[in-house]
């Protein structure tokens, strides 16, 4: 039960941070960083209750694998988008890409 607790406050003050650097960032890259941050808690949390719930199944680990391959595509997504705004504009902030808005 120690280990759970303990995978579970890690998880939290992960996804904590997570969401700080995301919401008080204004650059493309740094709240790219949080987001990862928030789904490397989502699998921490994740990967702790299926580890206490079903300590054999395999299930768990898969569905990790799955949540990886989409931070790595969400990242190549992100950073292709801000190589591109930085070739067009010069500038990765947030604040200056108001053309963006739908």
């Known amino acids: ?9 890690v998880g939290a003050a992960l996804f904590g941070v997570g969401l700080y650097g995301a919401l008080s ?5 740094m709240i790219m960083m ?4 928030m789904l490397g808690a989502a699998m921490v949390n994740l990967v702790a209750f299926w580890r206490f719930l079903h300590p054999d199944a395999m299930e768990g680990q898969v569905f990790v694998l799955v949540v990886m391959t989409v931070m790595a595509v969400e990242a ?13 504009k010069g500038s990765v902030e947030m604040e200056e890409a108001a053309e963006l808005k739908g």
């Open 1 to 9: 039960m120690t280990t759970l607790l303990v995978a579970l406050v």
């Open 25 to 29: 960032q204004t650059n493309l890259v």
């Open 34 to 37: 949080g987001i990862e941050l």
């Open 76 to 88: 190549a997504v992100g950073f292709g988008l801000g190589t591109a705004r930085f070739r067009a």
